[in-house]
């Protein structure tokens, strides 16, 4: 699934560092519940980006819910 629709794509240097670092410490993503994007630039057509801004990391004690 991706978190982002329009515009260019992310940094690949940044995106895979932050991945790195999730897994360094043994987290992962909650799950998702409601709309994939929690942001819009109010525009439309080829101008429209939307993105998911909010995310929620866990580790291993976090309740599964």
Known sequence: ?????????????SCNEFLDWINT???????????????????RGLHRIHNRLDRALCNGVCPDE
């Open 1 to 13: 699934m991706t978190t982002k629709g329009g515009g260019g794509a992310p940094n690949q240097v």
């Open 25 to 43: 410490n043994d987290l992962s993503c909650m799950p998702i519940i409601g709309s994939c994007y929690t942001w819009c630039n109010g525009r």
